[in-house]
């Protein structure tokens, strides 16, 4: 197995078009949610639904993917090859743009910036749309009084800023972030990238990952990648150890889900 398929379908994309794309319009005054190439399926159920992001246009497709997470998977000239092309299709949807994922984000925040692609657009991360929402709305959060252990994704490393927007979420919604071992310039990756290679490195990574989580009482692992989320996901369950995805993590201080039973 290998990550070649989809970069060859990346490229074959942006070479030759592609009808992978999904657009739901949304109310004209508010910002269009990008879900990068990613299926809506491997996002939590009812994420569209929930009260955040009512009103929003919502896209998802292989000319929208950040092209910065290649790098992870060995295509790291392809943000060089294609950024362009990849901004280009966020301007023609003339709004603002809110990035769900990390690489997205950096696509327009600092490749672009260094590859001298102008960006036309605003454009946020989807951790400040939350902050911003939830200090808004605070009427209607309910303090979940959780102690959480945090899985970043292989981006955090352009973007150490992302860990305050993060701080700022959990301090609304009353989630205190476990101190571990494997957190900040010591966190471990999910192991995603490892299992094409050496899925026994793979695993011994996510279980010192879990089991760090769970020694520091973690009551949950919060994810924000959704590969992390798919990668992680058996494992976790297996160890009897809930993990959430931050977009649900928010939507249970709204009332919206439920805290999983672990």
């Given at each position: ?67 910065v997470g290649m790098a992870h998977m060995g295509g790291a000239s392809l943000a060089e ?87 700022e979420i959990f301090g609304l919604i009353g989630v205190q972030r476990v101190s571990r ?82």
């Open positions: 197995m290998s990550f070649k398929p989809f970069i060859d379908a990346v490229i074959k994309t942006f070479e030759h078009g592609s009808k992978d794309v999904q657009l739901i319009e949304g109310e004209p005054d508010k910002p269009a949610l990008s879900f990068d190439s990613f299926l809506f399926t491997q996002f939590p159920d009812g994420t569209l639904e929930s009260k955040m992001f009512k009103g929003m246009t919502v896209v998802r497709g292989r000319k929208y993917v950040s092209l090859r294609y950024g362009q092309k990849v901004i280009d299709a966020f301007a023609e949807l003339g709004k603002d743009i809110v990035y769900i994922h990390n690489e997205g984000y950096i696509l327009a925040h600092i490749k672009a910036r260094e590859l001298g692609i102008d960006v036309p657009f605003k454009y946020m991360h989807l951790f400040e749309y939350m902050r911003d929402y939830l200090m808004n709305n605070r009427i209607d959060i309910i303090r979940l009084n959780k102690k959480v252990a945090y899985q970043p994704n292989c981006a955090i490393r352009w973007l150490p800023e992302q860990n305050v927007w993060l701080d071992k494997y957190e900040g310039v010591n966190a471990l990756c999910c192991g995603g990238p490892a299992l094409f290679v050496n899925r026994d490195l793979a695993m011994n990574i996510q279980g010192d990952n879990i089991k760090d989580a769970m020694d520091k009482r973690s009551e949950a692992m919060i994810t924000i990648c959704p590969m992390c989320d798919t990668v992680m996901r058996g494992e976790t369950s297996k160890a009897g150890l809930p993990q959430i995805f931050i977009t649900d993590l928010c939507r249970m201080a709204l009332g919206e889900v439920p805290w999983p039973v672990s």
